[in-house]
C-alpha cells in the first residue's frame, strides 16, 4: 500500500520519493508510478530495515513470474482464479470505455476491495499490474519446473502480470503477460513481495553418537549434536529440549548462543520442544 510504502522509503538517501503514486494521500491504496528499478531500492532498503529475517534464512523479493501465477491461480486451471467470466464485482478493471474518469478521481481501489482468491491472495487481478523478477522473453518450448525468465543481456523488458483498472478484462487473465522496461513507470503499475529462502538446507545430517530425548529436561538442554554438509558454511547443529517452550523463546535461546533457529517441533505427549539449532 501507500502507507507501507512510505513508511519504508522516508528518509531514504537515494532521493526517491516516499509518495511516489499520481493519486497519494491514500494510504489503503496501492503505491503505483515507480518503476521496477526503483523496487529494487525499495527491497534493499527493506531487507536492511529487517535484517532479523537473515536469522531465519528469509529476504524479501518480488516473485518470479512463475511463482506469480502459482500463487495466482491458487490450483485453478480456469481464465480467472473464480472461474471462467468476470464482471465488474470481481476485479477492478476498464469496463467499456470507462477507465479513468477524470476530475482527481482516483481510478483504482482500496487493497482487499474484491474477493480473496482460493487461497487467500487479494488483488491478483485488476487494479494496478504487478511487476516480477522476469525479463521479458519467449517461453521455452519444453517443459520447466519454476522457470526463472529470460537473461538480461537479450533483453531490456520485465514481466508484469495481473492487468489493471486502465485494460479491459483480457488483460487480467491468470496466464496474461505485460512487458515493461526496467525504467519505465507509470499510474498502472505496482508491485507485490514474496520470502525467498536464502539459505540452503545441509544435507548428509548424522548425529555424533546415539541420540537419546528424555523428557522434562531443562530448557536449553543439548541432547544431541550432529554433522552435517552444509552450502552456507561450516556450522555446527544440536537438538535442544524445553519444556512447553514457545518458538520464541526457542529463538531467543540460540541467539544467546550465537545462533539461530532452523526448525521447531513441538511433541505433544509429552511438551518436549526439540530445536535444530545452526
Not at 491504496?29 to 530495515?49: A, C, R, T
Amino acid at each position: 500500500t501507500q502507507a507501507q510504502y512510505e513508511a519504508v522509503m522516508t528518509g531514504n538517501d537515494e532521493g526517491l520519493s516516499a509518495t511516489p503514486s499520481n493519486w497519494s494521500n491514500n494510504p489503503n491504496h496501492p503505491v503505483e508510478f515507480i518503476s521496477w528499478d526503483q523496487v529494487q531500492v525499495f527491497l534493499e532498503i527493506l531487507n536492511k530495515k529487517n535484517s532479523e529475517l537473515k536469522s531465519f534464512g528469509l529476504e524479501y523479493v518480488l516473485p518470479t513470474e512463475a511463482q506469480w501465477e502459482y500463487a495466482c491461480r491458487a490450483g485453478t486451471s480456469t481464465v480467472y482464479s473464480w472461474g471462467d467470466n468476470i464482471t465488474s464485482n470481481d476485479a477492478k478493471y476498464k469496463v467499456g470505455d470507462i477507465g479513468y474518469v477524470g476530475g482527481g478521481v482516483v481510478p483504482y481501489v482500496e487493497v482487499g476491495s474484491y474477493n480473496p482468491n482460493p487461497w487467500g491472495f487479494y488483488d491478483m487481478h485488476g487494479n494496478v499490474y504487478e511487476y516480477v523478477q522476469d525479463w521479458y522473453g519467449n517461453y521455452s518450448s519444453y517443459s520447466l519446473s519454476d522457470p526463472v525468465g529470460s537473461e538480461p543481456d537479450i533483453n531490456i523488458a520485465k514481466v508484469s502480470k495481473g492487468g489493471s483498472w486502465s485494460v479491459d478484462s483480457t488483460h487480467l487473465r491468470s496466464a496474461k503477460r505485460h512487458k515493461i522496461t526496467a525504467s519505465s513507470y507509470g499510474t498502472t503499475h505496482g508491485f507485490r513481495l514474496a520470502f525467498k529462502q536464502i539459505t540452503e538446507p545441509p544435507t548428509d545430517l548424522n548425529s555424533v553418537a546415539e541420540l537419546t530425548v528424555s523428557e522434562n529436561q531443562p530448557i536449553g538442554t543439548i541432547v544431541g549434536e550432529f554433522n552435517a554438509s552444509d552450502p552456507d558454511g561450516e556450522s555446527r547443529y544440536e537438538i535442544i529440549s524445553g519444556v512447553e517452550m514457545s518458538w520464541q523463546e526457542a529463538r531467543e535461546d540460540a541467539l544467546s548462543r550465537g545462533g539461530h533457529l532452523v526448525t521447531i517441533t513441538s511433541q505433544e505427549e509429552n511438551n518436549i520442544v526439540t530445536g535444530l539449532l545452526e
